[in-house]
């Protein structure tokens, strides 16, 4: 079934649309909520509050991409978990390091002050990443999307440590010029 029919499901409250998104997208979800949890019963927990959460904003939400949709669900619903679960201790892990990473390219409070603010941030990351050559386009959702280790990313493309940290810090120093010049750091 292809993803226009499953979200009709949803619009139709059909709770096939449940299981046909489990089917189709579980092991998808899964990755996402492992990269960044890195723990099995957390992440099946995650994807599991993943298709709740579908199903609570399908509709009125019709999403165009439901595999990008359930990715973006999982990923926030994940870091949730993961602040909650790391409250108060610096917790360890990749998804600590790739936060920290990132702030630096992120306003000062990491919380952009309105609703149009946050649309601009988006847009203008999603328009970054859409810029950037194949492979560091790649690189760069690895780290930052499914919070991967370097080590892992290098040994997939078969790069050093050190080239993979090198293009992740120059992709980065790349974003924060094209933030600081949309005024939004």
Same mark, same amino acid.
């Given at each position: 079934?292809?993803?226009?029919?499953?979200?009709?499901?949803?619009?139709?409250?059909?709770?096939?649309?449940?299981?046909?998104?489990?089917?189709?997208?579980?092991?998808?979800?899964?990755?996402?909520?492992?990269?960044?949890?890195?723990?099995?019963?957390?992440?099946?927990?995650?994807?599991?509050?993943?298709?709740?959460?579908?199903?609570?904003?399908?509709?009125?939400?019709?999403?165009?991409?439901?595999?990008?949709?359930?990715?973006?669900?999982?990923?926030?619903? *994940?870091?949730?978990?993961?602040?909650? !679960? =790391?409250?108060?201790? @610096?917790?360890?892990?990749?998804?600590? +390091?790739? %936060?920290?990473?990132?702030?630096?390219?992120?306003?000062?409070?990491?919380?952009?002050?309105?609703?149009?603010?946050?649309?601009?941030?988006?847009?203008?990351?999603?328009?970054?990443?859409?810029?950037?050559?194949?492979?560091?386009?790649?690189?760069?959702?690895?780290?930052?999307?499914?919070?991967?280790?370097?080590?892992?990313?290098?040994?997939?493309? *078969?790069?050093?440590?050190?080239?993979? !940290? =090198?293009?992740?810090? @120059?992709?980065?120093?790349?974003?924060? +010029?094209? %933030?600081?010049?949309?005024?939004?750091?």
């Amino acid at each position: 079934m292809d993803d226009g029919q499953i979200v009709q499901l949803y619009f139709d409250r059909d709770e096939r649309a449940l299981s046909l998104t489990a089917k189709k997208y579980g092991a998808y979800c899964y990755a996402v909520a492992f990269g960044i949890l890195n723990s099995e019963e957390d992440s099946k927990e995650s994807v599991n509050d993943t298709y709740l959460e579908a199903w609570n904003r399908i509709p009125p939400h019709k999403p165009n991409i439901l595999k990008i949709f359930l990715g973006r669900l999982t990923r926030c619903i *994940s870091i949730d978990k993961w602040r909650k !679960k =790391t409250a108060g201790k @610096r917790g360890g892990g990749e998804i600590h +390091e790739v %936060l920290d990473e990132l702030s630096e390219c992120v306003s000062a409070s990491g919380n952009p002050a309105s609703e149009t603010e946050k649309k601009l941030l988006d847009e203008t990351v999603n328009s970054f990443v859409k810029g950037l050559k194949s492979t560091e386009q790649k690189v760069f959702l690895c780290r930052y999307w499914y919070a991967q280790p370097i080590k892992q990313i290098a040994a997939e493309n *078969s790069f050093s440590e050190s080239k993979v !940290k =090198t293009m992740l810090m @120059r992709t980065r120093q790349k974003l924060q +010029e094209i %933030l600081k010049k949309e005024g939004l750091l």
